[in-house]
């Protein structure tokens, strides 16, 4: 399995916000069934848009295909995608999911929703909601494609002051929660018969 993140996911695997191994992503994984685990988080990672010469997401991804990577894909991202495109980036919401998926192919992938607690500028919680539909959307171009729908399911006292990132027990719950999507989105015989995963 694969994780390409933003930095909502710096936390997930940060002994600073999760001093107790076990409430981390990968012990999370694991707990799940994942055998092998490989992680590509960045902050400020977007699909598109390159930080401080990093790869953004679809060239990670492409560079994980081009060396025969097989198996699952958890997407952590839109968090800075809806914000690049607020600003005014010429290529759309729907348009970056599709080409990660194009970049993917057949494998299974699970996006991770988003949300935020700000009401205005590129990452108000309005913006959040067009990723949140352009993904939804895209679940129906594509059979191997699956939502866990964190928004729904995220508490405001989860949040720092920035109303974007997470504390530890965000960051706990997020591990946990992931985990659990993935099982469920993709288990072990078949597959989750709709979209979205809650």
Excluded at 18 to 33: F, H, N, T
Excluded at 97 to 118: A, D, E, F
């Amino acid at each position: 399995m694969i994780h390409i993140g933003d930095s909502t996911s710096d936390g997930l695997t940060s002994p600073e916000y999760l001093p107790i191994a076990s409430e981390r992503i990968d012990a999370q994984y694991a707990l799940v069934g994942v055998k092998v685990e490989h992680f590509e988080i960045s902050g400020a990672r977007s699909i598109v848009e390159t930080y401080e010469g990093l790869p953004n997401a679809q060239t990670v991804a492409q560079a994980w295909k081009q060396d025969g990577y097989h198996g699952c894909w958890v997407l952590a991202l839109g968090t800075n995608d809806t914000a690049n495109v607020y600003v005014g980036s010429n290529v759309g919401r729907l348009a970056r999911i599709q080409r990660m998926m194009s970049t993917i192919g057949k494998q299974p992938v699970m996006w991770v929703n988003v949300k935020t607690l700000l009401s205005s500028g590129p990452y108000s919680e309005q913006n959040m909601d067009l990723w949140n539909n352009a993904l939804l959307q895209a679940c129906h171009e594509y059979p191997n494609m699956r939502v866990f729908d964190w928004a729904s399911v995220v508490e405001d006292a989860w949040y720092i002051d920035d109303g974007i990132h997470y504390n530890t027990p965000g960051y706990a719950a997020r591990s946990h929660l992931i985990a659990q999507a993935l099982a469920h989105a993709f288990p072990a015989h078949g597959s989750h018969p709709a979209c979205l995963v809650r």
